[in-house]
């Protein structure tokens, strides 16, 4: 009897763990556009798999005050819940200030992790934070997805570099 009940819970708990893996079905390639306020910005985003767990991205962004944020590396991704992935990038930055803030370059590395969850059909709700150099790395998010391709989002962010902003995103998934 005892040995039966650990089969089924075995059993049930395999067919569990299989289906996770696939269920959260988020999609790691995409093309993003992204507009900040306060201060003021403006950038891009892009993200492609490499395999199912694994992808490279990179993105600009600019206070279009001959300054830029540069950022390019690695991320990792996995399923964690049925409706849930968790994530993470290694970021490699370069970044020029504007010339108000005295105008100098550094590079930077960012580590972060975060989470994407499904809150609806059609709306996801993310999060994540990390530490890039001396500044913290924190941004939280809802992304409503109108079809299976566009997606549009909403969300406040410290990328460690600007300070606090609120940024809205269209993001096109191919």
């Given at each position: 009897m005892t040995n039966r009940f650990s089969?089924?819970?075995?059993?049930?708990l395999l067919l569990m763990a299989s289906s996770w893996a696939s269920a959260a079905d988020?999609?790691?390639n995409y093309f993003e556009f992204r507009t900040g306020s306060s201060p003021q910005s403006f950038g891009s985003?892009?993200?492609m798999n490499i395999t199912d767990n694994f992808h490279i991205l990179a993105s600009a962004d600019s206070?279009?005050?001959?300054?830029?944020?540069?950022?390019?590396?690695?991320?990792?991704?996995?399923?964690v819940a049925p409706t849930t992935d968790m994530f993470g990038h290694l970021l490699l930055h370069e970044i020029k200030y504007p010339k108000d803030d005295g105008g100098d370059s550094e590079t930077l590395i960012e580590l972060s992790i975060g989470?994407?969850?499904?809150?609806?059909?059609?709306v996801e709700g993310y999060g994540k934070i990390g530490r890039m150099d001396r500044h913290s790395v924190v941004g939280a998010g809802v992304r409503f997805h109108s079809t299976g391709q566009l997606s549009m989002n909403m969300?406040?962010?410290n990328n460690g570099v600007w300070g606090p902003q609120i940024i809205l995103g269209v993001r096109y998934q191919y």
């Open positions: 089969r089924t819970i075995s059993a049930t988020f999609n790691y985003e892009f993200s206070q279009i005050d001959h300054d830029w944020n540069l950022a390019g590396g690695i991320g990792f991704n996995g399923p989470i994407r969850t499904w809150i609806d059909d059609k969300e406040t962010s």
